[in-house]
């Protein structure tokens, strides 16, 4: 068993290594022996989002932060996309003009609200073959995406990373 993995053993589900970009922070916690986040001191300096969730610990209540909400909410307009990727990536590339451990899309899901209350429509592409699957997956997300509305992932920036790339190697799809 590794040395990580008796660590986190001991300690409780709400701990110090869970900080958010805290991991040094943690271990330095760990080493004052405060294991729980609800036992971080004021007086120790945290981030923003590290405050929150010392404040979620202590008070065993969800945050929510209503006026950033609407403010997100205010900004979408149908129809409302809901995209995913899932990607490969390998140390030896499978494919032509691919870097080692470059992320490369195989796969996505996609569900279309057209109008508030509206039932989702659903979209899926996953690659079929042993091919570089970009052309079909970008060809198959441009038929599914519509010309307006917005787009919401998860992780944004990781979506349009992979689609900024695609584009690259593919840039009939680039519009």
Known sequence: MSASRLVLEFLPEENVLNLYRGREKGFNLLAKGIHRLAEIPYCFRLSGNQQIQRKVAISSRPYLNKVRIKSFLQQLCYPIHFLDFETVWTAIPLFDGVRPYQQVPFQFSLHILNAQGAE???YIFLADGRGDPRPAFMERLRESVANS??????NA?????RL????????????
């Open 120 to 122: 989702p429509g659903h």
């Open 149 to 154: 509305g917005s787009i919401v992932a998860f």
């Open 157 to 161: 920036s990781f979506e349009k990373a």
């Open 164 to 175: 900024k790339e695609c584009c690259k190697l593919l840039p009939e799809f680039g519009p």
